[in-house]
Structures are given as C-alpha cells and as structure tokens.
C-alpha cells in the first residue's frame, strides 16, 4: 500500500510535521511526500531526505488555483494523509477524494485559529475575522483555515497531537515523536560538540532550539538568565533568523545570548548535545494551548534536563521528568535554571528520567504501531 502525505507548503516549517508522519509510515508502507512550494526551496532541515513531489507556485489564491490540477496528478497513493487543515493540504486532498474515492485521514498538530485570535475571546476573534478579509486573496488566509477546521469531521480518519485538539476535533494522538537511535547522546560528545559549533567550552549553555517567536517566551527565557546576574551562563537559541524580534532578544540578552541560525535536522541532536539545560518557555494564548513544541522531545531522547511552562500538554509529557514553571513567570524560570546548574545530580537525574519515558512513549518504535492501526482501520 502507498501512503501520499499532503503538507501544504514544502518551503516551511510545516513539513517537519509531514516528515515525521512520512518516517513513520514506511515502516509499514510506500510512502511518497507531496505538496506546493510556496517559498525559493525546500525547507532547509529536512531538504534531500526524500525526493519530494511539488508544484512551484505562490500563496495567492488565483496562483494556487492553477496548480491544484497538477498537485491533484502527483498524488499517487492509496491512501492520502493531510498534514494541516489547510487548503493546500486537507483542500486538495478532499477534491482527489471526491474524484477518486481514495480515503483521507487528517493530521492536526495545531490549533491554526488559536494562532490568529491572539489574546482575548471576543476582541481576538473579532480582530482575527476582520483580518482575514483583506488577506482572502490568500490561500493562507483565516477564513480558508477556519472553514476546513469546521470540515474536520469529513475526514475518514483524524491524528491529533495533543489531547486539546483530541477534545476539539477528536482523532489518534500522535505526538511529534522521535527516532531515539538517532537523538540518543551516546552518540555524541559535549565538549566536541562545543568546539565544533564555537560555543564556550566552560560555561553553563541553557538552549532554546527553534524559530524564536513572542508566543514561545524566548524574551522569558533571556530576562530569567540576565537576572541571574552570573558570569559563565549563556542563553543560545539555535534556528533563529534575523528579524527585529531577535535584534530585540539581543538587546536584552547581550554577551550572555548566543544567536545561531537554522540548522539541518541531521545536525540537532548534535547541538542538544552541547547544551547543559534545555527551555521550553512556552506563553499561555489560544494558539499554545492546541501547540506542543516538537522540541521537548528532541531534548528528552537526548536525555536532557528540560525547564517548560503550564502550558498544553508539557506537564504531562514531562511528568517526573522535567521542571515546569508558570508561563511569563520570569522569577520562576530564573531560580528553575538556577537550581539545575547548581546540581549537576539533579540534571542528569532528570535526563536520564526524560529519556527513559521518551523510549517507551514518544519513539518512533512507538509510534509507528499506532499510526499502522489508523490506516488499517480504513
């Protein structure tokens, strides 16, 4: 059997999602990765993993319109896996289906509306309808997002990846697992790791690994580490692009923040390696709240110390294996770093606990059973 993963847009960060449920499935099936590039090339991570199939167009809705016939012609699977309820994606995936009968199973691993109300019910939805108006000449526009949200249901199978949008759309959770042959620190040595990358060999490095964003609390993160007020403790945040966001982080931070840019994903545990602790400082708004960070999980198959926030579903997943904290709560996050890099014990303590659960419950070993029950329930 042969397994069309649809991502909607092959240039972003959203096909890491695709990859990883691509990852999955051949274990069992063929499995091809299909979809638009919107953007110059593939997503940089992940490029020459697999031999994509894509149309090159943009993300104006007349654009987009002419290249449906040809993304719909690339699809060759027997079954079709949507990543993301969007038009590029779950859309073109629902018109093959009424033109071929061909089963559609949707994968949400976030909650897209969130995003777009921001802050606040009534004034975040409203702000977020009012918006979208101008950009419908978008495929990427809130209104397309949000009817294909309502049309979850339609789905013949739905994956979640975590139980807010378990609640919200029903489905199979699969969280953003890992190959923990792969991200396994056995593999690698911290202090060659720190050399090869430029990073200082003595200090405690406390790592943020991803696109540096406002609803991800890196401005959190860098003020905890300034208020500690200790020579030798660096905040890195690996995956950063210049932006004002980080210009600004880098304001903040000074000489105890270390900005590298995006990374190959081959390349990532390596750099969990290098790093002492781990943060995920996630921010409480309507978007985190359907969001769990792919990045926990890379640090705990590293065996890594994590800090994280109340937010989603990180106190379960780092249940007896992780610190969580309030989010924006920058006092707590402060004395949370504090304590780790005090008690080299606690850390490794804590690791060991992260890796141990990441084997059993959030490895491609596991996985990849529970995704091969949801096709065969077709």
């Known amino acids: 059997m042969k397994i069309s993963v649809l991502s909607h847009d092959l240039s972003h960060n959203c096909l890491g999602r695709a990859y990883l449920l691509a990852q999955l499935l051949e274990r069992n099936y063929e499995v091809e990765i299909v979809g638009p590039t ?11 993993e697999y031999d994509y199939k894509s149309v090159d167009t943009t993300s104006y809705t007349h654009s987009f319109a002419r ?25 073109v995936a629902l ?27 009534l004034f975040g939805k409203l702000f977020a309808y009012s918006l979208g108006i101008p950009k419908g000449i978008k495929v990427d526009s809130f209104y397309y997002y949000r009817t294909l949200e309502a049309f979850a249901g339609r789905a013949d199978a739905r ?26 620190s056995e593999r690698f040595d911290t202090h060659r790791a720190r050399e090869e990358f430029d990073l200082p060999s003595d200090a405690h490095l406390i790592m943020f690994s991803g696109t540096p964003r ?91 110390p994590i800090v994280a926030t109340n937010v989603s579903d990180l106190p379960t997943v780092l249940d007896d294996c992780g610190v969580i904290v309030e989010p924006e709560s920058v006092p707590q996050l402060a004395k949370a770093i504090a304590k780790l890099i005090e008690n080299e014990d606690y850390r490794q ?11 059993m419950k959030y490895s491609y070993d596991a996985a990849a059973p529970q995704i091969a029950d949801v096709i065969e329930s077709l």
């Open 214 to 304: 406002p609803h991800k609390g890196v401005e959190d993160l860098v003020r905890a580490v300034s208020s500690l007020g200790r020579d030798g403790v660096c905040v890195v945040l690996v995956g950063a692009h210049e932006s004002d966001y980080v210009e600004r982080l880098r304001r903040i931070g000074g000489d105890s923040l270390i900005v590298r840019g995006q990374q190959p994903f081959d390349q990532i545990p390596k750099w969990i390696a290098a790093a002492d602790v781990i943060t995920i400082p996630q921010r409480r708004i309507p978007g985190t709240e359907g969001q769990i960070p792919a990045k926990v999980f890379d640090a705990m198959a590293m065996g890594k």
């Open 159 to 184: 994956i979640v990846s975590n139980h807010f949008l378990q609640e919200k759309f029903g489905g199979e959770i699969i969280p953003h697992v890992r190959d923990t042959d792969v991200f396994n």
């Open 95 to 121: 018109i093959k289906r009424l033109r071929e009968h061909r089963p559609v199973i949707l994968d949400i691993d976030d909650w897209e509306s969130g995003f777009a109300y921001g802050p606040g019910k």
């Open 349 to 359: 303590e804590l690791g060991r606990r992260a890796r141990e659960r990441s084997v």
């Open 38 to 48: 919107l953007g110059d090339e593939i997503w940089l991570p992940v490029q020459g």
């Open 67 to 91: 290249a449906v016939p040809k993304l719909l012609d690339l699809i060759e699977g027997d079954v079709i896996l949507a990543s993301k309820p969007r038009v590029q994606s779950y859309g």
